[in-house]
């Protein structure tokens, strides 16, 4: 067994290797301060044929015995991945992911098992570097070394991974990958902070970046490791770089440079199909196995010269695709109200990319219930991301969730709960859906646009609107374009995918997935000052749609109120076996939820009278009784020495026979309504009743 150790960042690291996982390509022990993962990495001796990319799976298991916990429910083990394990695993592919030879084509598995949990040091962010250094000892072709690290920005100081506490404080929280040469991947929410400030949070990022690529390199020259070699291809090389003869560039360009998704790939497409028959018949390329062969190179080599030509006149000219110049933004066109009973409704629509969002409120009761590895408790603010096939034009299956929705999902709620008003403002549960409707750039970033329209519709008193745009850059030997809102060709075929949302005031969320080395400081300062150029440009439009949230609340909506009562008193509004808080939801038809340590009651309910009801039958169940008071009470109970009256819920007198006045006992009925002074209170509490007359 060999062992690695170093104290970084006010914790050691500690890599070990040959202890356990043996029979894995190669496996990394990895912990820092109390956190520790397993790495684990795997590749197939047999490559995939017919697919034209690296077939990598990234899994990031959590194991709640981890964190000293039983998993909750019936089965009481580990089944599925959760959504924040979903997370962790997108976090640590997309860093290492562009670090495999793009010819690879034997699936590769890395598990990242979580063995001990230190809520103070995060382990999907040591994952990252222990499946890094798991990869470069391994046989597995892997080209660099990667590296992650969390940043937090408390009272003016940037600080690698913070503490719980310190992020509890924290105007940033990101997670940052990459090389020593370049950032990588960035992901992360703040709380508006200015560009200057995420700026100086990457280059603080990128510097720890370095110490830990460092401190791997150092790792890996104890280790000569024989890397797997490559496939060689079955096809003949020289015969399709020939390919590229075939292919007129102006007839190429006037196909690729055309406004409209679905016409730009059909015109691609069909230009290839005829291109590619001529090819076979030139180089006597008959029999459909041989051509089957050839199928996926000479589709690479046509995107390949389709790519340089895009990016070259991009350059040079300065013309996208869609014909917009580097800052422009596409059309936009927003509505409000469009669902008669939805609670809150808008659509979103940004050149080809719209997003229908919806807006659904609900009582304390429908809090999502939060039961991870770290977390635990219940969440007000949910928002959901929908990406149906149809919002591109494709078929495809209907299946739960993707990992990239969730992920999409999360970058969006991100950006939209920094305006969320707190509970004691808004009691609600508030639920944000986007649903995706049509597809050509960043949904995720009109999900932030259609999900704060959807949010003011909807009456939800935020105090901004909040917007997101997606950024791409075009790198040619040293000569950098910056593009504002980008579609789905320039982010496929460009170097960076920037992701910023915000209000007038800040970022609030931000996402980067870098594709090269070489992104300078000052190009990254030029990308979010670009950004934030466009994020008002489109913030310009929500406030002329819908400039404040509206003052009422949809018919449709529940009605919630609440107030408090002496925690210690508790008992008396839940009753034994919870009987009492029972019989008045059943009576008012409403939902109540009691905070026992604060005393909070919340009641809500379609019906804003009933609540009304309720409430006031709570409160007159924790009202004081005192002598002389006088009260409509009600007859509950008839005897001959008198009658028992309720003046307050559960609060029951006696009205003896000789305080009736001129009326006896049996002249009353149970459900009788009668006025009544409290005139004395027993040592007990019991109450002595007369009758008031009218």
């Known amino acids: 067994m060999k062992e690695w150790r170093k104290t970084l960042f006010g914790r050691e690291l500690v890599f070990q290797h040959g202890k356990v996982a043996k029979q894995s390509a190669g496996s990394i022990w990895a912990r820092f301060g109390d956190s520790v993962v397993l790495a684990t990495v795997n590749i197939s001796d047999k490559t995939v044929e017919g697919i034209d990319f690296v077939p990598l799976t990234v899994e990031f298991m959590e194991k709640f015995y981890a964190a000293g916990k039983i998993p909750g429910g019936f089965v009481k083990r580990e089944s599925k991945p959760s959504e924040s394990g979903i997370l962790s695993s997108r976090l640590i592919d997309r860093p290492i992911r562009p670090l495999f030879p793009k010819t690879l084509r034997n699936e590769v598995q890395v598990i990242v098992t979580v063995l001990s949990v230190d809520p103070d040091s995060p382990t999907d962010v040591l994952g990252i570097s222990a499946a890094s250094l798991a990869l470069n000892i391994s046989k597995v072709p892997f080209d660099g070394i990667a590296a992650g690290v969390q940043v937090g920005y408390v009272d003016g100081e940037f600080i690698v991974f913070p503490t719980v506490e310190q992020l509890e404080r924290s105007k940033i929280d990101i997670v940052v990958a990459g090389t020593k040469d370049a950032i990588t991947m960035v992901e992360g929410e703040a709380k508006e902070v200015s560009e200057e400030e995420m700026l100086q949070a990457l280059m603080v990022a990128h510097n720890a970046i370095k110490e830990l690529v460092a401190f791997q390199e150092e790792i890996i020259k104890e280790f000569n490791v024989e890397k797997m070699p490559l496939p060689e291809p079955k096809y003949n090389v020289e015969l399709v770089e020939k390919f590229a003869e075939y292919i007129d560039m102006n007839e190429l360009e006037k196909r690729i440079f055309m406004r409209g998704k679905q016409e730009r790939a059909e015109m691609a497409d069909e230009y290839y199909e005829s291109i590619v028959q001529k090819f076979f018949e030139d180089n006597n390329i008959t029999t459909e196995e041989e051509q089957e062969e050839y199928v996926i190179p000479l589709k690479e080599k046509y995107d390949e010269i389709s790519k340089k030509l895009m990016r070259k006149i991009i350059i040079e000219r300065g013309i996208r695709a869609d014909g917009r110049g580097p800052k422009d933004i596409r059309p936009i066109t927003c509505e409000v109200g469009l669902l008669p009973r939805t609670h809150g409704s808008s659509l979103f629509t940004r050149g080809e990319t719209q997003s229908l969002g919806i807006v659904t409120l609900g009582s304390p009761a429908e809090e999502q219930i939060i039961d991870t590895l770290i977390e635990e408790g219940t969440k007000r603010f949910i928002l959901h991301y929908n990406f149906p096939p149809f919002s591109t034009g494709e078929v495809k299956p209907l299946r739960g969730?993707?990992?990239?929705?969730?992920?999409?999902?999360?970058?969006?709620?991100?950006?939209?709960?920094?305006?969320?008003?707190?509970?004691?403002?808004?009691?609600?549960?508030?639920r944000v859906v986007s649903e995706i409707l049509e597809s050509n750039g960043s949904s995720s970033m009109a999900t932030v646009c259609s999900g704060s329209l959807a949010l003011m519709d909807a009456g939800v008193p935020i105090k901004k609107h909040v917007a997101g745009v997606a950024m791409g850059l075009i790198l040619e030997e040293g000569r950098g374009v910056i593009l504002t809102d980008i579609i789905g060709l320039e982010d496929h075929w460009g170097d960076m995918d920037f992701k910023v949302a915000g209000t007038r005031d800040g970022i609030t969320a931000f996402q980067m997935d870098c594709k090269v080395s070489g992104v300078s400081e000052e190009l990254l300062r030029q990308a979010?000052?670009?950004?934030k150029e466009a994020r008002m440009f489109i913030l310009d439009k929500l406030y002329e749609t819908i400039p404040e949230p509206r003052k009422q609340l949809s018919p449709y909506a529940p009605r919630i109120s609440w107030f408090y009562i002496d925690p210690t008193r508790s008992g008396e509004l839940i009753g034994p076996g919870g009987k009492i808080i029972k019989s008045i939801i059943k009576m008012f038809n409403v939902e109540i939820s009691l905070d026992d340590e604060t005393g909070k009651v919340t009641v809500s309910g379609i019906d804003a009278e009933k609540v009304n009801q309720a409430v006031e039958y709570i409160k007159n169940m924790f009202r004081d009784v005192t002598i002389g008071d006088i009260y409509d009470g009600r007859v509950t109970r008839v005897e001959n020495y008198g009658i028992f009256v309720e003046i307050l819920p559960g609060k029951i007198g006696l009205t003896h026979a000789s305080k009736l006045g001129n009326a006896k006992p049996n002249s009353f009925k149970v459900g009788d309504r009668l006025k009544v002074e409290v005139i004395n209170i027993d040592e007990t509490g019991r109450l002595q009743l007369r009758r008031v007359e009218e």
């Open 401 to 430: 969730p993707s990992r990239r929705e969730i992920g999409h999902g999360h970058l969006a709620e991100r950006a939209v709960k920094a305006v969320i008003p707190p509970e004691d403002e808004f009691p609600y549960v508030i």
């Open 528 to 531: 979010l000052y670009q950004a």
